[in-house]
């Protein structure tokens, strides 16, 4: 069932973007600036709420059930549910330090931005591996009841930026992705003229 695989690659791509305004922020923060904290707050609220209830559930039950159909290409790549145990520890890794720099404690700078991009970059590279390999292994091996399965168990699961009852909590996070979006291409049209 490749529609479950679209739902879970098109919430890679608003985590993605989310990922970028957590870059931008920290951009501002690395310049000597203050970064937008309702921002940095809304994007870590984020990545806590929604991965773990929602988008790892169902791709751990693709890689379980990628476990029984073919436990040798799952040997191959790993243990996918260990790199989402992981990206939650970086994540509170990225929480603790925001606090930290909003309670005025002493930090050194660079050590925050260092704790903050490993999150990024290990989250980017995760989303790629499952992308790449991953998600095309489940699309050679599930079966049909497989498909029918996981998307059973996972009815109740939902992306927030997109749910209506959810969109006053992360109406900031969505302003602060769009304007991104529309300065992209303010500024793609300004390299074509």
């Not at 791509?13 to 904290?37: A, C, H, Q, S, T």
């Not at 040798?72 to 925001?98: I, P, Y």
């Not at 050679?140 to 998307?151: K, N, P």
């Not at 930026?161 to 302003?175: C, F, G, I, N, S």
Request: charged content about 35%.
């Amino acid at each position: 069932m490749t529609e479950i695989i679209e739902i879970l690659c098109r919430e890679h791509r608003n985590m993605e973007k989310l990922l970028r305004v957590l870059e931008r922020e920290l951009g501002i923060f690395e310049r000597g600036d203050r970064p937008d904290y309702d921002v940095l707050l809304g994007t870590i609220d984020y990545f806590k709420d929604y991965p773990d209830s929602c988008h790892h559930p169902k791709e751990d039950l693709i890689f379980q059930k990628l476990k029984v159909r073919d436990p040798d290409k799952v040997a191959s790549f790993g243990d996918l549910e260990a790199e989402h145990r992981e990206g939650a520890r970086r994540l509170s890794d990225v929480a603790t330090v925001v606090h930290r720099v909003l309670n005025d404690e002493d930090l050194v700078r660079h050590a925050v931005s260092e704790i903050v991009r490993n999150f990024i970059e290990r989250e980017r590279q995760h989303m790629v591996k499952e992308e790449r390999i991953v998600f095309p292994a489940a699309l050679d091996v599930l079966q049909s009841a497989d498909w029918a399965d996981i998307a059973l168990r996972m009815a109740d699961r939902y992306e927030p930026l997109a749910h209506p009852t959810q969109e006053a909590k992360y109406d900031l996070l969505q302003r602060n992705i769009l304007e991104m979006e529309e300065e992209a291409e303010a500024q793609g049209a300004d390299r074509t003229r």
